[in-house]
């Protein structure tokens, strides 16, 4: 009796374990992972409905899994660093339980990884993209004339500017894309609002990675933009936006708005507009929308 006792705790206590797997997304990281003897899998394809198969049979178990993006680079380094035997199982874990705590993660929910793994790719951009920014940021340094640290400046100034704009925007659920000209490519940062019966709600994190990108945007004096499109119910998607001017935004034209999204990235070819779409001015920010403090 006590022994059944005994697993039937274990059991329970299982549940309350969260555990992490960390995915070889696509096959030349897989690849590179096979020169590990230890790394038994042979096939991509194979290997993949494997752990989809083990998330299942998690998920059923009650225990809660993310699922981690796993870099064969970032884990050699990992192992280099710690004085660990990448060629080891115990390694790998040890890698795994890092990328758990800082690493991007997805949560499995039981959807199928052709929906996980572009998520999980996205989330990857996202946290890279935020990083990036935030050490450009840093590296800018002070003004020349009067001391400020040019980057904070920046940063106060964006979420001044984001705040104004959630502030004007109408009714409904936002969707806020910014977009800021940097070397070597462009930044993109991307902001969910969901509209609670008036109430206004933000994801934490998507709120610092869009803020930062647009700061800068601001601190660098960047080409960039920023387009909203609003979702309400009974009513037209509205669409508007702003061009990023120092540390301003100057409104777009209905038409220049029109032209930005009827327009394939990739080819330049016109793309037909969406239906049920209003493509429109953007709200005035207001005076506290303009110019405050100093130029740098």
Known sequence: MAHTQHQTMRRVLRREIAGTIGLLTDEQDFTAMRRYRTFTFDDHTSYLQQVESLLRTLAAQGSHTTVALFDPEEYAEFCADSGLEPDAPSSRTRFTAELAATGPTVTYEGQPLDELVPDLVDEAVRQATWEYATTLLARIGN??????????????????????????????????????????????????????????????????????VLALGVATRSAGGLVMRTTARDAPDRVYGWRLRGENLEPLTAAEVFDAYCTDIDSGDLVSPESGVDYCVPPDLGEEGETTGHAH
């Not at 705040?163 to 109408?170: E, H, P, Y």
């Open 143 to 212: 003004c020349a004339s009067c001391g400020e640290d040019i980057g904070r400046a920046s940063f106060a100034r964006a979420s001044h500017l984001l705040t104004r704009i959630l502030d004007t925007a109408g009714p409904g659920d936002l969707h806020l894309v910014c977009s800021v000209s940097a070397a070597p490519e462009t930044l993109v940062a991307v902001l969910r609002a969901d509209d609670d019966a008036g109430t206004i709600h933000l994801d934490e994190s998507e709120t610092l990675e869009f803020t930062t």
